[in-house]
């Protein structure tokens, strides 16, 4: 418990913590003993911000009565703060729900190991976790062309300020250049909520565990295909039926994720070097946190 300071999170009954409040800044250290919960306070915040991640990739950014007000009035303007709440309402209301699953899989453990946990939190409560639109949205848009109602319309979509507009230019007549490449409002609607699950992202919450920063510790696993297949293959068959069900061990996901981050920034070094000397770089190193890795 951080005494009057601004309570973010409240939690109940998870393994050794019978009460907690825990406020998160940019940087948040969990220090303490052996067995005072660090661990579980750090995963379960973890498992709340995937979720906002695993929400944001399932949402509907655009629903057939928006396709249908884009192609009868000609122009659509969708407030980018309201896109926020509504993702941040729906992985807020679906996490307290759901608590005890989502929880009992990040750790990837059975659910009777968190039957009666409590949480108290909301997303609104961290100014640091927004939604972000890359400005670069706006060219995807600018070659694609309509047909409705018997008429020709290019697509346009300008970010201005908290605000997305989108806006239908005639073109009149029949324009064969672009035939093959119109799109009808099924198409539409697929489309654009494909654009803005893949170019929206929220504030990335990156997980580093101390106990495990020796990197030699999983040498044998920083091949990030060879991770990825592990851990299909592992959820896979323990998933299967309890008669033939096989003993795979899989990491806690904050693991695999802290292992993915790791293959991520130390290919990302090797792909800027690679390129900033024109040659194929055997041997880099990687500076992170002031500290240093090597390959």
Same mark, same amino acid.
């Not at 009868?72 to 993702?87: G, R």
């Not at 539409?188 to 990156?206: D, E, P, R, V, Y």
């Given at each position: 418990?951080?005494?009057?300071? +601004?309570?973010?999170?409240?939690?109940?009954?998870?393994?050794?913590?019978?009460?907690?409040?825990?406020?998160?800044?940019?940087?948040?250290?969990?220090?303490?003993?052996?067995?005072?919960?660090?661990?579980?306070?750090?995963?379960?915040?973890?498992?709340?911000?995937?979720?906002?991640?695993?929400?944001?990739?399932?949402?509907?950014?655009?629903?057939?009565?928006?396709?249908?007000?884009?192609?009868?009035?000609?122009?659509?303007?969708?407030? %980018?703060?309201?896109?926020?709440?509504?993702?941040?309402?729906?992985?807020? @209301?679906?996490?307290?729900?759901?608590?005890?699953?989502?929880?009992?899989?990040?750790?990837?453990?059975?659910?009777?190991?968190?039957?009666?946990?409590?949480?108290?939190?909301?997303?609104? =409560?961290?100014?640091?976790?927004?939604?972000?639109?890359?400005?670069?949205?706006?060219?995807?848009?600018?070659?694609?062309?309509?047909?409705?109602?018997?008429?020709? +319309?290019?697509?346009?979509?300008?970010? &201005?300020?908290?605000?997305?507009?989108?806006?239908?230019?005639?073109?009149?007549?029949?324009? &064969?250049?672009?035939? @093959?490449?119109?799109? =009808?409002?099924?198409?539409?609607?697929?489309?654009?909520?494909?654009?803005?699950?893949?170019?929206?992202?929220?504030?990335?919450?990156? %997980?580093?565990?101390?106990?495990?920063?020796?990197?030699?510790?999983?040498?044998?696993?920083?091949?990030?295909?060879?991770?990825?297949?592990?851990?299909?293959?592992?959820?896979?068959?323990?998933?299967?039926?309890?008669?033939?069900?096989? &003993?795979?061990?899989? %990491?806690?996901?904050?693991?695999?994720?802290?292992?993915?981050?790791?293959?991520?920034?130390?290919?990302?070094?090797?792909?800027?070097?690679?390129?900033?000397?024109?040659?194929?770089?055997?041997?880099?190193?990687?500076?992170?946190?002031?500290?240093?890795?090597?390959?």
């Amino acid at each position: 418990t951080i005494e009057g300071a +601004y309570k973010m999170i409240n939690i109940n009954n998870l393994g050794p913590i019978t009460n907690g409040n825990i406020e998160l800044n940019k940087l948040s250290i969990f220090i303490g003993e052996s067995g005072t919960g660090k661990t579980y306070a750090s995963y379960t915040i973890y498992s709340m911000f995937e979720h906002l991640q695993k929400i944001h990739e399932q949402f509907e950014f655009f629903s057939k009565q928006n396709v249908d007000d884009l192609l009868k009035d000609h122009h659509l303007s969708i407030n %980018y703060n309201e896109l926020q709440n509504k993702i941040t309402t729906l992985a807020e @209301d679906s996490f307290l729900k759901h608590r005890t699953e989502i929880i009992a899989s990040t750790f990837n453990v059975p659910n009777s190991f968190f039957e009666n946990i409590k949480i108290n939190y909301s997303y609104s =409560d961290f100014p640091n976790i927004k939604l972000n639109i890359n400005p670069v949205l706006s060219l995807f848009v600018e070659n694609e062309f309509i047909e409705y109602d018997d008429a020709f +319309y290019k697509l346009n979509l300008t970010i &201005d300020s908290n605000i997305i507009s989108l806006k239908l230019t005639s073109l009149g007549g029949d324009p &064969d250049s672009v035939s @093959d490449r119109l799109l =009808d409002s099924k198409k539409l609607k697929s489309m654009l909520n494909n654009w803005f699950q893949k170019l929206t992202s929220f504030t990335n919450l990156i %997980y580093i565990p101390a106990e495990r920063v020796g990197l030699h510790v999983f040498k044998d696993e920083l091949n990030k295909s060879r991770l990825e297949e592990y851990s299909d293959l592992s959820m896979s068959l323990n998933n299967t039926p309890n008669d033939i069900k096989l &003993d795979v061990a899989t %990491y806690p996901k904050p693991i695999s994720s802290y292992l993915n981050n790791l293959n991520n920034w130390i290919f990302r070094d090797v792909r800027i070097l690679s390129r900033k000397n024109n040659k194929k770089q055997k041997i880099s190193t990687v500076n992170l946190l002031k500290g240093k890795f090597e390959i």
